[in-house]
């Protein structure tokens, strides 16, 4: 479904990623691993369009996107979950997610889709006429998760949806990501810290570190790498 080939990237004179090459198969969990500034946001940020790569080349579904605008990347079916969740807090919830599918006109698709939400997250329905900013840090990536899904996206790119919350609630909000793509096909793109968690549901890896993939397996070898329990299991 996605593939980058040999993409370098920069900010100003800093070199965020060095000729990053990965692949990403429809309907899998694929994760990045690395320590911060390792470029995982940044691999992720050149998927969506907001960051232009220097050279190499990004295909989605067989098509080159690198040179694309963001919005015609979410048109394409490719959605992103940022870091911090960057919701309009000032809205309510149902607001939020409602502009989730700003580029939609099937309305009656939309109405399903909400209710597919409420269904993965039932506490967004008991709050949807809350405002977003007054939910909790784990309600907040939720929503945040849920406004993505109102896009309709084949492809969704999370970013570090774990950062900030509590261990109970992380796992809930694991699980529910593994639901989705168990049982909708839907094909993930995850950045996470937590690497244990990430490789419990993914089925492959990439490590990067200094904007380079120095190592790419199938999650259970990853697992049992020597070097990756050491440096991101703890263990």
Do not use: C, W
């Amino acid at each position: 479904m996605l593939r980058l080939d040999r993409v370098t990237a920069a900010y100003g004179p800093i070199v965020a990623l060095r000729e990053v090459s990965l692949e990403v198969e429809a309907g899998s969990v694929v994760t990045l691993l690395g320590a911060n500034g390792a470029g995982k946001t940044s691999t992720l940020r050149v998927i969506s369009g907001l960051l232009r790569p220097q050279s190499g080349v990004v295909e989605y579904e067989g098509e080159r996107i690198d040179r694309l605008s963001p919005d015609r990347i979410v048109r394409l079916g490719i959605a992103q979950v940022p870091e911090g969740r960057q919701l309009f807090s000032q809205l309510t919830v149902r607001e939020n997610l409602e502009l989730g599918a700003y580029l939609r006109r099937d309305r009656a698709g939309i109405r399903q889709d909400l209710e597919r939400v409420f269904n993965y997250f039932p506490i967004l329905a008991q709050r949807q006429k809350q405002a977003a900013g007054s939910l909790s840090g784990g309600e907040q990536q939720m929503l945040a998760i849920g406004r993505a899904l109102m896009a309709r996206p084949r492809l969704l790119l999370l970013d570090e949806p774990s950062l900030g919350l509590a261990p109970l609630v992380t796992r809930e909000i694991f699980r529910i990501i593994h639901a989705i793509n168990e049982q909708e096909g839907l094909t993930v793109l995850l950045v996470e810290q937590n690497a244990r968690l990430a490789l419990d549901i993914a089925r492959k890896g990439y490590v990067l570190e200094t904007g380079r993939v120095v190592l790419s397996d199938l999650a259970d070898n990853l697992r049992r790498n020597e070097e990756v329990r050491r440096s991101y299991l703890g263990y």
